[in-house]
């Protein structure tokens, strides 16, 4: 499986969302995140998946790398740093979101995948 997720900033925090329960690691949190589809490059996915599942669009994206998923084996987790065209969020797929302080970030349950980001994030800023 190959994904990718936005890792989207404002004021000093990052933007997580909460699984829903009927998907695998239900109620874990996780940067905005959307598999890729048979012909989608990894832009059109993080747009389609930041526009169906919170309805805002990334004014920027740069590709930051990317991870091996230990949650899908064989899987790769694909990492934009990106700014929304609006931090008013609605939530469809997730059952809640957060803005909250990087430094914040490990009091949350998050997928492994994405704390890997988290390390390399504060590594490299």
């Known amino acids: 499986m190959l994904a990718v997720c936005a890792i989207a ?3 000093g925090k ?8 009927n998907v695998l690691y239900p109620g874990r949190w996780e940067f905005p995140t959307e598999p890729l589809e048979d012909d989608d490059t990894m832009e059109d996915a993080l ?8 309805c805002v669009l990334p004014k920027s994206k740069d590709y930051l ?4 998923m230990a949650e899908a084996e064989g899987g790769r987790l694909f990492g934009f740093k990106t700014i929304l ?3 008013f969020v609605k939530k469809y797929g997730y059952t809640a979101f957060k803005w909250v302080k ?3 970030l490990k009091r949350y349950s998050m997928l492994l995948s994405h704390v890997m980001f ?5 590594k490299n800023h």
């Not at 990052?14 to 329960?21: D, N």
């Not at 747009?47 to 919170?54: A, D, K, N, S, Y």
């Not at 988290?118 to 504060?122: A, D, E």
């Open 9 to 11: 900033e404002h004021c």
């Open 14 to 21: 990052v933007l997580i969302c909460k699984r829903p329960m």
């Open 47 to 54: 747009e389609r998946g930041l526009f169906e599942r919170l």
């Open 65 to 68: 790398g990317a991870v091996d």
């Open 85 to 87: 065209n609006t931090n």
């Open 102 to 104: 990087k430094e914040d």
């Open 118 to 122: 988290i390390k390399n994030f504060k």
